[in-house]
């Protein structure tokens, strides 16, 4: 299942870069929407609603006075029902005293609903909508006690600009600031209507039962990292590479950053995520990365040294590094400088709002970050020539959903790797502060998970 678009971080990058190209070279892009890295098969799959990991027995009740609808294959006792890709709706609905009814109905529905904060304005965008008559009295007969349904789920909506099918996306709610700032909730419900009929008038008692749809789908098994990451024109997708540029004054050369990931970067957000970093450079330009300034000292110049440049040994180098040469630094030190995080975006086109629609003017996308997983460094090495980092991402235990694209909203999402030395925010670090962020596509399960867990059912 390939989403042709354009991530919005673009192709990895990092600030400041004043260096030449690598020979592995990514440009940066801003075009709207993002893209997501390949998802086609193989590497992304449903997982039929047989597959779960736990076969849920029990049941959902919602009652409101003689009308109940009880739903089946859920979680005793839950508050909201749950569903996933391929999932069959079934249930039934139970009514006291039918006599008087005329006709029974089950709407299932999902919408994105996007709303404007400061006017209230509220634009929907119907993903789907099946209605199915239980009874009518036209059918004849009895009106019964008991109305049995079962209806699946529907794994694909028509996009409306281009008409073509995509996976439905999962229930997602967010909230962007900005003037005016903006919600939007990816919602699913099912609305329950009993007519009944008196001498007088016809009534009609709705019952609405909200449900999360969480679609699993699987990613490839992640093959082993290569001990050393290494930039190969072959392998354009497993190694990144930038360059972590020196302070105009600081006469030193730049650093190559090599970043390892998983082949695909199509990874599930309830496992680890492996990476390596490795900087690779001259000693004089590792020295301040090697040799670290005591935390309660000012990195302040000392006097007037010589230019870094002019300096060929690392002896001399580290003499000249104006506060960085205190002392060597232990493994935690190292880890220290480097923040391995995932960063979820979600965009918004405004652009069809009511409120706006002919009236926008220059940018009508609002977007909003937020961090959704953390690097922890496992170990750390380092050579004369380099520095190595390696470690896994942990993502947080309350992402229920992957990236996805839905009508006019677009959730995708990024490994984004910083390193500052201390004094990088201030201008006062030997080397510039660098970032670099590359697109993942995270979905919900690995196929070494799913294979496990269908040899235990």
């Not at 959902?60 to 069959?88: F, N, R």
């Not at 249930?91 to 709303?115: A, H, K, Q, W």
């Not at 008559?133 to 006690?145: H, K, S, T």
């Not at 695909?264 to 000693?283: D, H, M, N, Q, W």
Request: charged share 20%; proline share 10%; aromatic share 8%.
């Amino acid at each position: 299942m390939a989403l042709s678009m354009l991530h919005p971080y673009g192709n990895p990058q990092h600030l400041y870069s004043q260096a030449p190209p690598p020979s592995i070279s990514f440009t940066a892009t801003t075009v709207w929407p993002p893209k997501f890295p390949s998802a086609s098969v193989p590497d992304v799959s449903f997982v039929p609603s047989a597959k779960r990991e736990v076969q849920s027995k029990g049941h959902y009740i919602k009652q409101d006075g003689k009308v109940s609808i009880i739903l089946g294959d859920q979680k005793e006792g839950t508050a909201t029902p749950v569903y996933g890709a391929k999932d069959i709706v079934n249930g039934m609905v139970s009514i006291n005293e039918p006599s008087d009814v005329r006709r029974v109905e089950l709407t299932m529905e999902g919408n994105v609903r996007i709303r404007e904060v400061a006017e209230s304005g509220t634009t929907d965008h119907q993903l789907f909508s099946e209605t199915l008559i239980l009874w009518d009295i036209e059918d004849g007969g009895w009106p019964p006690v008991l109305h049995y349904f079962s209806r699946t789920i529907p794994t694909h909506y028509a996009d409306p600009e281009t008409n073509k099918k995509r996976a439905m996306p999962p229930t997602y709610h967010a909230r962007l600031t900005g003037i005016p700032g903006f919600s939007v909730t990816i919602e699913y419900h099912l609305m329950l209507s009993v007519t009944r009929r008196t001498m007088l008038r016809q009534r009609i008692k709705r019952i609405r039962v909200p449900f999360l749809y969480r679609p699993r789908m699987t990613a490839s098994t992640y093959p082993p990292l290569p001990p050393v990451p290494s930039a190969s024109p072959s392998d354009p997708a497993r190694v990144f590479v930038g360059s972590l540029m020196p302070r105009d004054d600081q006469h030193l050369k730049p650093i190559t950053v090599y970043l390892n990931l998983p082949l695909s970067r199509v990874c599930a957000y309830t496992e680890p995520i492996p990476f390596k970093i490795r900087l690779a450079g001259p000693p004089e330009s590792l020295a301040p990365f090697t040799f670290l300034p005591p935390k309660d000292s000012s990195i302040h110049p000392l006097g007037h040294e010589s230019p870094l440049s002019i300096l060929s040994s690392e002896t001399r180098t580290i003499k000249s590094l104006k506060g960085y040469v205190s002392r060597r630094p232990a493994p935690r030190d190292l880890a220290d400088l480097i923040h391995v995080g995932i960063e979820r975006q979600t965009f918004v086109d405004t652009r069809c709002h009511s409120s706006l629609c002919g009236d926008a003017i220059g940018d009508s996308r609002l977007s909003m970050t937020k961090t959704i997983g953390e690097g922890v460094i496992r170990e750390t090495d380092w050579g004369k020539s380099w520095i190595g980092w390696s470690g896994r991402v942990e993502i947080c235990p309350d992402v229920e959903c992957g990236s996805f694209l839905a009508p006019s909203v677009t959730v995708a999402d990024a490994l984004v790797v910083s390193i500052a030395l201390p004094g990088s925010h201030n201008g006062r670090a030997p080397f510039l502060l660098y970032r670099q962020a590359v697109p993942i596509r995270l979905v919900s399960d690995r196929k070494s998970s799913l294979s496990r867990m269908n040899s235990t059912t």
